[in-house]
Structure formats: C-alpha cells, structure tokens
C-alpha cells in the first residue's frame, strides 16, 4: 500500500499490517536492507538510514566504530514524522558512513538489488531503496550528500528525492559533508515523496541552515502545469545506450503532456566529480574528527592518548572512510589548501552560476542519475571508477538544488532506470508537479 493509503488505516488495521511486513522481512534475510527492525509506535511504519537518530536505538552509520552506540535523543525529522503519525521501522543498511554508490562498504555486508541478487541496489542509501523496491516498506528516509538517495532510487524502481539545501533540519543526521548533506523521501510514487516531504520539511532552531516552509506541496499538486524544462543534449552524449533510450521516453512524455522543451548545456561533469570529492572529504576528515574514542566511538586502548587514537580509528573505520580522511585532510593542509580546496570552492560557485543562468529561462532540468543500470557486485571495486559514477548527481549537491529521481525504463531482463527532474533552489512544488507527467 502507499504511504497515502495507509495514513487512513485504523490503529488495528496498520498493526495488522506491521504483522504481515514482518512476516515479509523475515521471509527474505538474503537482501539485508534492513539492519535491523525495531517495531515500536503504533503509526504508519517508515524505514530509517542507520544514519538518523531514533532516541534509545542503536545508529551506527553502519560503521564498526559505532557499534553499540545508542541515541540519545531523536532528529527532528523523526520528531515530525510522529508528529504526523508515523514510526520510525527498522534501520536499513547503507555504505559507512553514507560514502559510496553501492552499500558494499558497510559493516553489516551487502544489500542485494530487489531486481536481481547479482547487482548492487545502489547507494549510500542502499538499504532504503531495496526495502521499498522489494515491497518490504511503505517509504522511507534516506540522505543525499552526492546521489545517495537518487541513485538507489534509480537502480531499485523507485521515487527518490533530495530537497533543497536547508529544507529539512540536518539535527540528529550523522554528518558526512555538511554543507552538501539532505535527508529526503524514498518512496513508491511522487505524491508519497511530496507528503513525506512536506511532513519532514521546515524551519528547526537546531539547525540554523533551515528554512521556514511555505504551504504543504502535497496539497496543490498540479500535473497539468505547463512547464519549460530543459533537456542536456551534449551531457546524454557519453551515456549508455540504456540511459539514452530512457532518455528519449522521458524526452516523449514530458511533450505529450504539453510542456515546452528546451536545449541547455552544463559544463563538463570532470568538473563536478573534482570539486565534489574535494569539498565532501574535506568536510567528511573534519566531521570524522570527533570519532577519537574519547568523545565518540568504541575506544581501543592504546599505550598513550596518540597510540589510542591510532588503534581507535585503525580498527574502527573501513577502508573507504580512511581513504577519504586521508584525502581530507590532504587538501586542507597548509601548502594545499589554496591549490585544492579554495580552487574546488570557486568551481562549486561556477556550477551555481550556471544553474542559475540556465534557471532564468527554463522551469526544470531533465537529467541522467546513473551511467547505466545496477552495476554488479564488485564491478565499482576501484575507488576511481565508483566516484567517476557519480559524474550526474553531484553538481546538484554543490549547488543546493532540489532534484527527484523516478523510474523510466526497464531493461531487457527488468532492470529499472531513472532519470532525475532538478529544480531551482526552493521550489519544490514545480519539482513535483512536473515529476507527474513522468510517472
Ligand atoms: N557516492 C557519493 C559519495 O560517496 C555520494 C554519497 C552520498 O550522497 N552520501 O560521496
């Protein structure tokens, strides 16, 4: 069932419907989205990212370094969602730490794709995206820092949003890159994402970068809207032949349903991918800081403070987030800060120049998420590849915008395909009613 439905089941009709989706979840322990489920509440059940805090759970960020931790005190995104009648529902599995494109890097082992147990299901949000794609929730929350709700969207047949930056309170979300980081819907159609939205959204005086909302999107939803939106011929060039054909649909749709299409250009994705991985590991090898064993973080004693540290963060990261604090922490060093990491922050003000240019004449953008379908396990094994992956989610990131993966195409043997509608900054309502002559 949809999220809209089951908002108007009875207390006893959605307990009876928690039974049966246990039932469900037990019945396929081999797809490992979720890490585990903690049924308590007796609202509409939402899968939660082991990111986000639930108080007295355990979050671990899917990381060894965690393990044990428990919340102290819920995110504002779950305080609301009870506020509306929801519960949080089981943690669902992701890479460590939220950086990756595939969940192969967590500590609770992989989670297969809904569509085939051979392919990744995509991530960070991984876990997410394969409890809605299987049927196994109703919707969920999942974070964006580069394509981590919208690319598991797209490899698992679903509906995957990233809001604008300071849209949701970022309070009780586990920071990977603050200043790219948004937690967002996951869910099996548009009107579910734009009602989960509107009830995770607004301003929090915990989070100073949020924003007061204006009316609920769900309420004035118009899939009759005749909108300008703006197709990227030279971007879809490098594209597999998938992403072309789906591409095309979506190219096919959008005019029957009576919008004006329009041809712009972005500037090269190589851009994107440097100033991205960049600023994310920047923030990421800052962030990480506090996980020293002291102040967060199961300690591993050493002989001293310095030999505790080591042995701490040693064993407890794996090697992925090692990888990017070290990379981190290498562009922020005196003697490279201005040849790194000031440059990469003057290419992210140029990818939103050109966004805002672009969005003085057109409405939406239709974008690539993914180079293809779901790749296999273990084909993303090279460091460089898996981020060269990311070349068409990221730039929305860098410059804050809203963008909603959904379901195009399927391959020859059932694999989905999405495609990405990005909007100007805060406008949410044109993101969704646009993302309705897709659907
Ligand atoms: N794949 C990207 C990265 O590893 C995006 C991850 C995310 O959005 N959390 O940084």
């Given at each position: 069932?949809t ?6 089941l009875?207390?006893e009709e959605?307990s ?7 039932a469900?979840i037990?019945?396929?322990p081999?797809?490992?989205a ?6 308590v509440g007796d609202?509409v ?17 899917a ?14 995104v779950?305080?609301?969602?009870m ?5 949080p ?24 794709n809904?569509?085939?147990?051979q392919?990744?299901p995509g991530g960070?949000?991984g ?5 809605v794609g299987?049927g196994?929730a ?9 394509g ?13 949003m ?11 979300l586990?920071a ?7 937690i ?13 939205y509107?009830i ?7 989070d100073?970068?949020?924003?007061e ?8 939803l118009d899939a009759?809207?005749?909108?300008t939106?703006?197709?990227l011929?030279k ?13 095309e649909?979506?190219?096919?749709a ?15 994705a ?6 991205y991985y960049?600023t994310a ?6 962030n ?5 064993g ?5 300690r591993?004693e050493g ?7 080591i042995?701490?963060?040693s ?6 987030v090692?990888?990017r604090t070290l990379?981190g ?5 005196s003697?490279?800060?201005?040849a ?31 180079p ?5 396990f ?10 060269l ?7 929305v ?6 963008a909603l993966?959904?379901?195009v195409?399927?391959?020859d043997d059932?694999?989905?395909i ?6 100007k ?8 009613d646009?993302s309705?002559?897709?659907?």
């Open positions: 069932i999220l809209k439905e089951a908002l108007k009875s207390k959605l009876k419907f928690k039974q049966e989706l246990k469900k037990d019945a396929k081999e797809l490992n979720y890490i585990d489920v903690n049924n609202g059940p939402i899968a939660i990212k082991d990111n986000i805090q639930v108080k007295d759970w355990s979050v671990t960020s990381s060894s370094i965690l393990q044990g931790y428990i919340a102290p005190y819920n995110a504002t779950i305080e609301k969602m506020e509306a009648g929801l519960s529902y089981g943690r669902t599995n992701m890479d460590e730490f939220a950086m990756g494109s595939t969940t192969e890097s967590s500590f609770y082992g992989k989670t297969q809904p569509h085939s147990s392919r990744v960070s949000s876990g997410s995206a394969a409890a299987a196994l109703i919707a969920a929350l999942g974070s964006d820092t580069g981590s709700i919208r690319q598991p969207a797209s490899y698992c047949g679903i509906v995957g990233k809001p604008t930056y300071g849209r949701v309170s970022r309070y009780g586990g990977y890159a603050s200043s790219l980081d948004q967002g819907p996951m869910t099996q159609n548009v009107e579910d994402a734009a009602i989960l509107d995770i959204s607004g301003h929090d005086k915990k100073s970068t949020s924003m909302m204006d009316d609920k999107v769900s309420d004035k009759n809207k005749k909108l939106i703006a197709i011929p971007h879809i060039d490098g594209a597999s032949e998938i992403v072309k054909k789906a591409y649909k979506a190219i096919e959008l005019k029957a349903a009576g919008h004006t299409i329009v041809e712009r250009e972005l500037m090269d190589k851009f994107d991918i440097s100033a960049i590991t920047a923030e990421a090898a800052t990480l800081a506090r996980y020293d002291i102040r967060y973080g199961n591993v002989k001293n403070l310095e030999d505790t540290f042995k701490t963060r064993q407890g990261f794996g090697d992925e090692k990888r990379l922490n290498f562009v922020l060093s003697g490279y800060y201005e790194y990491y000031v440059k990469a922050q003057k290419t992210r003000h140029m990818i939103k120049d050109q966004y805002d240019e672009i969005f003085k004449s057109v409405d939406l953008i239709l974008s690539p998420i993914a293809s379908i779901a790749p296999k273990g084909e993303l094994s090279n460091p460089m590849d898996m981020y992956s990311d070349l068409y989610t990221i730039s990131n860098l410059a804050g915008l809203p993966s959904l379901p195409l399927k391959s059932g694999l989905p999405g495609l990405q509608l990005i909007a900054a805060y406008d949410e309502q044109t993101l969704f646009g309705l002559s897709l659907e």
